[in-house]
């Protein structure tokens, strides 16, 4: 298993661009969820899913749209890139089982910079 | 709001010394609570996840604990070792949705 996947590794954009980071995961969980993570702030919740066709907003949603039209795949698009989305980019995937809890998985990351 | 709070942020211990990070909660409402590492310029690896249910979970040296009463959980590292430098995270997972409260972290450096 590659377990979960995120392209690209570096992004730069200018203010105004949009881009669409991408995720996946071969585990066949059904929860995955996108978080940024800033210096002194730890990781805060972007999006989540929780199946195909369900999605719901975390703490910090505006400005990112997301779907989940497959199980395996997770894109975050951002519309229109303001400075402000200069962060590191988490995929995470996990499965809600009552025997083994709901352990998440996490990509590698995604570093972007917006001029 | 649920709000997760780790002390120190950073601490620094000769290896071979036992040690205790802290993760406090403020909305005993949880799910569950999970520990990670971060290495730097990595994603983040699980170490060990606590059902709302359970006081305890260990893993070779590690050990976390929960007390959902008092809102705090502690990871406690023994023997501790120059690989375990890396930056610890703890997760608090908010009951009757897939929401999850990351702490900001305490950043270990285990001198050799």
């Known amino acids: 298993n590659a377990g979960v996947t995120q392209t690209p590794k570096f992004q730069v954009l200018k203010t105004g661009q949009s881009m669409t980071l991408q995720c996946a995961q071969d585990m066949n969980h059904e929860y995955m969820s996108w978080y940024r993570q800033d210096p002194g702030m730890g990781l805060r919740l972007i999006h989540y899913s929780v199946g195909a066709g369900i999605t719901d907003q975390g703490e910090v949603p505006n400005g990112y749209n997301v779907s989940r039209s497959t199980t395996e795949d997770f894109p975050l698009r951002l519309l229109s890139a303001a400075p402000s989305q200069t962060s590191v980019y988490f995929c995470?995937?996990?499965?809600?089982?009552?025997?083994?809890?709901?352990?998440?998985?996490f990509g590698p990351g995604t570093r972007l910079t917006v001029l | 709001k649920q709000e997760v709070t780790q002390i120190p942020a950073a601490l620094s211990v000769p290896e071979g010394e036992n040690l205790v990070l802290n993760c406090s909660f403020t909305?005993?409402?949880?799910?569950?609570l999970q520990w990670f590492r971060q290495d730097p310029g990595k994603g983040l690896t699980s170490l060990l996840l606590?059902?709302?249910?359970?006081r305890e979970q260990t893993s070779g040296r590690l050990n976390a604990s929960l007390d959902k009463s008092s809102g705090r959980s502690t990871l406690y590292i023994a023997a501790s070792q120059p690989g375990d430098s890396a930056t610890y995270l703890c997760?608090?997972?908010?009951?009757?949705?897939?929401?999850?409260?990351f702490g900001t972290g305490t950043r270990l450096k285990v001198l050799a």
């Open positions: 909305d005993s409402a949880i799910y569950n």
């Open positions: 606590i059902q709302s249910s359970q």
């Open positions: 995470a995937s996990g499965r809600r089982d009552r025997g083994l809890g709901d352990t998440q998985y």
């Open positions: 997760a608090v997972g908010t009951s009757g949705t897939y929401k999850y409260i």
